[in-house]
């Protein structure tokens, strides 16, 4: 991440879910928590790398959650 930009908080993790459309998680205790990252552009590569690596089993679902904005909800989205 270049020094000037300012820091943009993305938490990656997955799990089983119930329903491969939908984001509702089978058991909570048992989410991979993958990292918390600093740009959305390092988040992105640990999602695909975890996606990809169970792409075979429909149930799992990795997301990148943006902290950032749930950190800073009035903050300006292009800044």
């Known amino acids: 991440m270049d020094q000037t930009e300012k820091q943009k908080l ?8 119930t329903d491969p459309r939908g984001l509702e998680f089978e058991d909570l205790s048992a989410l991979d928590i993958v990292g918390i990252f600093p740009d959305f552009k390092s988040a992105e590569n640990a999602w695909r790398a975890n996606a990809q690596r169970t792409v075979d089993d429909a149930a799992m679902k990795y997301v990148v959650v943006h902290l950032h904005r749930l950190l800073e909800p009035d903050a300006d989205p292009s800044a």
């Open 10 to 17: 993305h938490l990656v993790f997955g799990g089983r879910v």
